[in-house]
């Protein structure tokens, strides 16, 4: 493009544009020394038996056969299913509507999005800290319910190992879809003017066109959208931590705890990295088919 | 007009894109703002709770319903919360944990932008050999889950004598804001007049007078977005912090986490409620008046999943 120093002898290769490779250098480090270097060191140090110090002495799967033969890694990872699972769906669907709802040219559009966006901007901590008080058996949703005269009334999902996993869901989607709605209502703006007139001279009625016209239209929103909550799905720990600290027992665990538990707590390195291993391997699955049809196929970005 | 017709003929099709109806309370509108109340009002919920919890003493707690207004307003579960709870073997409340957070997000959130800034500069201005591919990589990076390099970093930092200090975590905030700060910057650079740049480049000036004369002035809305992405994401951070730091050093996120999880000693709601709200304060001021250029930023952000 640009910015081609144009010396007539050319000096030397290394010294054309020596500034911007200067600027690059962090840029550069943190490509290849951190991201590809960092990966590679991982994934290799998980085939060793590291303990309490990275040690290059390798055991070929031992640490991934111990990993899936433990009880909570097994926990773990079905959590994450569920919980990812209904994630997905419920922040797609809850964002969708509201998007939807919005983009009804209502009147004071702003404030509602300021009030289904601000859990977007606290931590997780602060949110995972809310809801395990609202979900206090002794003095929250339960305890007013009962008070209304339902005493048999049951709901501490917390406490409760079957069905702790729904708790953090609720957290979680409390804290997530106002994301999710404002970038599906970006999406629904983007549409033209001239589908609705149509669709409407037609005489289709509006939840039909919808699903057959609008979402269909969409398709590249809910890709970019659906990879964003998946890609947080994986990495979700502070809130577990926060809300429930994995318990009770471990019925609330999830791999990137598992992950952090192994390496910093337990000393168990080789256990850590086979574990983040296996969650970057989740997320090359998410991301290598979506990459595929966002620039593959000759489309390019940027 | 098919806005008349619709008007005219009160069936429920009126299109996001028609004119304002109007009958005020049709059944198209009820349904649409009752809905949109009853779902504000979820959302306002835990808010209001907190705010409620907060103001309470323990005795009124334990009688009373969470949703009750407080009886008899009280503001000592906020001093509590910032000068006298306990964490491990410090009862100095969150107060440390405030300016521990102030310490890592100023130098975080100037050098991540500064770094970030210049690089997207030369990506999109000064491209040589090879820096498509760099980036790339980063971008792709943005995606790997954080567990997968947090050992491979502290082994790094330890190296550079910094694991366990405030550096080392500044340092790792700008690793880590890196991808979509450069992605941010990269494109608006990329997006303005290219004969600005060729003008200035014909007068002679070089690759730092052209980004500090020309670039920097021109793009303080985008400088204000990555700012306010970075404030907020680096705030709001507790694994980096409980990873890279030290106890004495731990973020208000980490020491908020603390002090509400700690098993020992009876439960003080009202204290904890406070210390959350406290810990809640300065992104949710950013958030409120920041307004549409925080939706701008956590769109731009969003890509870092």
Known sequence: MTGQTRGSARPNQWLRNLNAKIASIPMILTAVVIFVGGTAWTVLYSFTNSKLLPRLSFVGLDQYERLWAAPRWLVSIENLAIYGVLSLIFSLVIGFVLAALMDQKIRFENTFRTIMLYPFALSFIVTGLVWQWLLNPQYGAQSIVRSLGWTSFNFDPLYNSDIVIYGILIAALWQGTGLVMCLMLAGLRGIDEDIWKAARVDGIPMWKTYVLIIIPMMRGVFITTLVIIASGIVKVYDLVVAQTSGGPGIASEVPAKYVYDYMFQAQNLGQGFAASTMMLLTVAIIIVPWAYLEFGGGRKRG | MVTAYDAASDRVKVGPRGAKPRRRLSRRNIIVYGTLIVVSLYYLLPLYVMIVTSLKGMPEIRVGNIFAPPLEITFEPWVKAWAEACTGLNCDGLSRGFWNSVRITVPSVIISIAVASVNGYALANWRFKGADLFFTILIVGAFIPYQVMIYPIVIVLREMGVYGTLTGLVIVHTIFGMPILTLLFRNYFAGLPEELFKAARVDGAGFWTIYFKIMLPMSLPIFVVAMILQVTGIWNDFLFGVVFTRPEYYPMTVQLNNIVNSVQGVKEYNVNMAATILTGLVPLTVYFV????????????????
Request: aromatic share 6%.
């Open chain 2, 290 to 305: 920041s307004g549409r250029l925080f939706v701008r930023g956590i769109a731009a952000g969003a890509v870092k999943g």
